[in-house]
């Protein structure tokens, strides 16, 4: 089910806009914006930094990728996204530029993102 289904009604929207458009003037016409993500694993304590890539127009997210690799699907919250890749389910928060994620209870992620050349 695209994503697209899953938003009731323009409101919706126009709310992910104003989250988007938090991000800066890259918001403003249709480009890919890139964030990197420096994310603490627990337990094992080790940093990765991961690239989140966002295709973006005044109308919708049209595509995102994550470290290359783009999930089946995602879901937009009100001010970010919610997706998985492979056993990974991702969870990030694009007003306060937050990554969490977790590998179904056995490991979790937390990191900042910011804004990358891209």
């Known amino acids: 089910m695209s994503w697209c289904r899953r938003i009731a009604g323009l409101r919706t929207l126009t709310g992910l806009g104003l989250a988007l458009a938090a991000l800066g003037p890259a918001w403003a016409s249709p480009s890919s914006v890139v964030l990197s993500c420096a994310v603490v694993y627990m337990p094992q304590r080790s940093t990765w930094v ?11 997210v049209r595509r995102l990728r994550i470290d290359g690799v783009e999930p089946y699907g995602f879901s937009l919250l009100p001010g970010g996204v919610m997706t998985a890749v492979d056993n990974e389910r991702i969870q990030i928060d694009w007003v306060t530029l937050q990554w969490q994620s977790d590998f179904r209870g056995q490991a979790s992620g937390q ?8």
């Not at 990191?111 to 990358?116: D, I, N, P, Q, S």
């Open 50 to 60: 991961r690239e989140v890539r966002i295709d973006w127009d005044r109308k919708a």
């Open 111 to 118: 990191g900042r993102c910011e804004t990358a050349p891209g």
